[in-house]
Structures are given as structure tokens and as C-alpha cells.
């Protein structure tokens, strides 16, 4: 009885066990990096220079981060964190503007060819960001828009809003349609039924739109680095990668984490405040309005 007792426990333990395991493993993944992106920051310039790499500061310096108020560029990265701003919260309020008006279109207002016209917006998907950048200089260019910040940021809504369109479509196609048709009922119009009833219930959709657009314009090096060359006009991953470089192509590690350590706050604090909102439900956000 005892043994039959002991095993029934092991059996029940084991898939337990297995899941934390595999929950630790996967924390740890994710952690590590982080970790050594903080360790390197905090090393002296000479210790984050060493190779191999020590697994931890032999002793704390908080040299990188003062040094990236006064790099040997002349650049100061705290001078540049409004252009990333400006740059990302431009990009995501018109991507969430024109994915929500879009994708309730597409998902409500149905017209003849609207799923060719979803379709052929999702295709872009498929067309490589570096394969465009040159029409993309020139049509800028044009517009008088090349070396400015609203330039970069049309760029990166261009590029956010299929996907926008898609997460948008989707969460107004799973409301259900009796929230709209009583809206209308009411005496609500499409605009109305659309900002009053359905958009607080797809908040999550929306959410998730304007997190993802914010984190690719606040981290995105490759178009910044192309539309701008005024100095001024930097953004944080191009600054970052300039006052880090040395001669011969060395790069300055402690003073790279230090800024990519800073960078990080913005996002970390941003998830944090919307996480309860990312991770709702649609339909349990719809019970609570």
C-alpha cells in the first residue's frame, strides 16, 4: 500500500517538475542576456574590454554611464532621447489612428474586393525593408521630407500598419455583432458605434498595436541611419552605435550596454503600465464595460 502510495506521488510530481524545469529554462534564457547586458555596464572601461569577458564587475563602475553624456564624438546621448521619442510616439499614434478606422473597415463595413484589398496590404509583409530604402530616400527627398523626423516617422508607420491592420481586423471581427447592431439601435452612427461600443472592447487589439509600433520606431537603427544625416537629429540606436565605436572598428562594450541599459527603462515601464490590458480578453473587457 505504502509503495503504491509513493508511486502515485512521483507520478503526480513528475509533470510538475517538468514544467517548472522547463519554466526555469526558459526564464533563464531570457535573463541572462539582461544580465550580462548590466554586468558589462557596470565594469571599468579597461574590464569591459577584456577578452574573454569576466563573468562579473570585479568592481562597480559607473564610468559608462557618465561617459555618455560626454563621448569622445562630441555627442551627448541625453540630448538625442526627444528625437527617439518624438520619432515613436508620432509613428504609433498614427499607426493606431489609421489600423483602427482600417481595420474596422475591413472587418464591419465590408465592400466588394475588401479581402483582395486586405490581402494585397498584408503581401507587403513580404517585401525586405532594405530593398525599398532607396525609393524610399528619393520620395523623401521629394517631399522635402529627407532628413527630418516626421520623414522617419511616416516611414515607420508605413511599415507598422499592415500588421496594425491585421491585429485591428482581427479584434473587431471577433467582437460580436449584436454590440454593434444595438449601438446602432441606439441611434449611434458606424463612427459612433465604433469609438463608443467597439473599439473599449478591443482595447487589448489596440494595446498590442501601439506597443509593438512604439518598441520597433524606439529600437529601429537601420532607416535612421539612411534618412538622417543631420547630427542633431539623431536617434538613440544610431547615437549609440557612434559614440561606441573606436578606431578600426573596436567598439566600446561597457559604454554600448550602459546606453542600451538606458534605453531599455522607456519599454520595460511602458509594458508594465499596459501589461493588464495586453494580456486581457476581448470578451471579458466587453463584460466589465
Same mark, same amino acid.
Given at each position: 500500500m505504502a509503495v503504491t502510495t509513493r508511486k502515485a506521488r512521483r507520478e503526480r510530481l513528475?509533470?510538475?517538475?517538468? +514544467? +517548472? @524545469?522547463?519554466?526555469?529554462?526558459? *526564464?533563464?534564457?531570457?535573463?541572462?542576456?539582461?544580465?550580462?547586458?548590466?554586468?558589462?555596464?557596470?565594469?571599468?572601461?579597461?574590464?569591459?574590454?577584456?577578452?574573454?569577458?569576466?563573468?562579473?564587475?570585479? *568592481?562597480?563602475?559607473?564610468q559608462n554611464y557618465s561617459d555618455l553624456s560626454h563621448s569622445g564624438e562630441g555627442l551627448n546621448v541625453f540630448d538625442h532621447i526627444g528625437n527617439s521619442v518624438m520619432v515613436s510616439v508620432g509613428a504609433t499614434v498614427a499607426t493606431v489612428v489609421l489600423s483602427t478606422l482600417g481595420g474596422y473597415a475591413f472587418a464591419r463595413l465590408r465592400f466588394p474586393g475588401s479581402n483582395i484589398v486586405f490581402f494585397v496590404t498584408l503581401a507587403t509583409f513580404m517585401i525586405p525593408f532594405q530593398a525599398i530604402i532607396t525609393p524610399l530616400y528619393i520620395v523623401l527627398k521629394d517631399l522635402g521630407l529627407q532628413n527630418?523626423? &516626421?520623414? %522617419?516617422? #511616416?516611414?515607420?508607420?508605413?511599415?507598422?500598419?499592415?500588421?496594425g491592420l491585421f491585429l485591428m481586423r482581427n479584434s473587431f471581427a471577433a467582437l460580436p455583432a449584436?454590440?454593434?447592431?444595438?449601438?446602432?439601435?441606439? @441611434?449611434?452612427?458606424?463612427?459612433?458605434?465604433?469609438?463608443?461600443?467597439?473599439?473599449?472592447?478591443?482595447?487589448? @487589439?489596440?494595446?498590442?498595436?501601439?506597443? &509593438?509600433?512604439?518598441?520597433?520606431?524606439?529600437?529601429e537603427f537601420f532607416a535612421a541611419l539612411i534618412l538622417i544625416s543631420d547630427q542633431a537629429k539623431f536617434? %538613440?540606436?544610431?547615437? %549609440?552605435?557612434?559614440?561606441?565605436? @573606436?578606431v578600426f572598428g573596436s567598439v566600446n562594450w561597457g559604454l554600448l550596454e550602459a546606453g542600451v541599459? %538606458?534605453?531599455?527603462?522607456?519599454? #520595460?515601464v511602458i509594458?508594465?503600465?499596459?501589461?493588464?490590458?495586453?494580456?486581457?480578453?476581448?470578451?471579458?473587457g466587453a463584460v466589465k464595460q
Amino acid at each position: 500500500m505504502a509503495v503504491t502510495t509513493r508511486k502515485a506521488r512521483r507520478e503526480r510530481l513528475m509533470p510538475r517538475a517538468a +514544467w +517548472w @524545469g522547463t519554466c526555469t529554462a526558459v *526564464a533563464v534564457l531570457f535573463i541572462y542576456p539582461l544580465y550580462v547586458m548590466l554586468a558589462q555596464s557596470l565594469k571599468a572601461p579597461k574590464e569591459a574590454a577584456a577578452i574573454p569577458p569576466t563573468a562579473y564587475p570585479h *568592481a562597480l563602475s559607473t564610468q559608462n554611464y557618465s561617459d555618455l553624456s560626454h563621448s569622445g564624438e562630441g555627442l551627448n546621448v541625453f540630448d538625442h532621447i526627444g528625437n527617439s521619442v518624438m520619432v515613436s510616439v508620432g509613428a504609433t499614434v498614427a499607426t493606431v489612428v489609421l489600423s483602427t478606422l482600417g481595420g474596422y473597415a475591413f472587418a464591419r463595413l465590408r465592400f466588394p474586393g475588401s479581402n483582395i484589398v486586405f490581402f494585397v496590404t498584408l503581401a507587403t509583409f513580404m517585401i525586405p525593408f532594405q530593398a525599398i530604402i532607396t525609393p524610399l530616400y528619393i520620395v523623401l527627398k521629394d517631399l522635402g521630407l529627407q532628413n527630418s523626423l &516626421l520623414g %522617419l516617422a #511616416i516611414v515607420y508607420t508605413t511599415f507598422q500598419l499592415p500588421f496594425g491592420l491585421f491585429l485591428m481586423r482581427n479584434s473587431f471581427a471577433a467582437l460580436p455583432a449584436s454590440l454593434e447592431e444595438a449601438a446602432l439601435m441606439d @441611434g449611434c452612427n458606424t463612427l459612433g458605434a465604433m469609438l463608443r461600443v467597439m473599439l473599449p472592447v478591443a482595447i487589448p @487589439g489596440l494595446i498590442t498595436t501601439a506597443l &509593438l509600433t512604439f518598441f520597433t520606431a524606439w529600437n529601429e537603427f537601420f532607416a535612421a541611419l539612411i534618412l538622417i544625416s543631420d547630427q542633431a537629429k539623431f536617434t %538613440l540606436p544610431v547615437t %549609440l552605435t557612434l559614440i561606441s565605436s @573606436g578606431v578600426f572598428g573596436s567598439v566600446n562594450w561597457g559604454l554600448l550596454e550602459a546606453g542600451v541599459a %538606458l534605453t531599455i527603462i522607456p519599454c #520595460i515601464v511602458i509594458y508594465l503600465l499596459l501589461q493588464r490590458y495586453y494580456v486581457g480578453g476581448l470578451l471579458s473587457g466587453a463584460v466589465k464595460q
